[in-house]
């Protein structure tokens, strides 16, 4: 069992950045590859980036360049750095864990979620 708690959200300014960071329990951290999704008013989750046990990375094309996702396995953390934030980078941003042991971009292969994060970019 993995609980998680997302924190770091706000409101800024488009071009502005935001650092997200997600919480995570349980001993077996290191072995969970870690995965940000956000979901905008009316529309569908989408898959935003994840980080697998080897720190290996996936990013969906709307944030390459301008993010980073990280984890720290001793702090039970992983993170979310977004620069240059849009408008349309509104959203709530969900931490998950997938023991899947393989980087995957659908929410379905993710057990474990939190409770979410408001992003908020005004223009």
């Known amino acids: 069992q993995v609980q998680l708690v997302e924190s770091g959200g706000g409101l800024v300014q488009a071009g502005g950045s935001l650092r997200l960071s997600c919480a995570a329990s349980?001993?077996?951290?290191?072995?969970?590859?870690m995965g940000w999704f956000r979901q905008a008013a009316g529309k569908e989750r989408e898959f935003v980036a994840a980080?697998?046990?080897?720190?290996?990375?996936r990013y969906a094309d709307f944030v390459k360049g301008r993010s980073t996702i990280s984890r720290d396995n001793v702090k039970n953390m992983v993170s979310l750095q977004m620069n240059s934030l849009k408008p349309e980078d509104t959203a709530v941003y969900y931490c998950?864990?997938?023991?899947?042991?393989?980087?995957?971009?659908?929410?379905?292969?993710?057990?474990?979620w939190g409770q979410g994060t408001q992003v908020t970019v005004s223009s």
């Open positions: 998950a864990a997938s023991d899947l042991g393989v980087i995957r971009d659908s929410g379905t292969d993710y057990r474990f």
């Open positions: 349980g001993r077996t951290f290191s072995r969970y590859t």
């Open positions: 980080i697998g046990w080897s720190h290996g990375s």
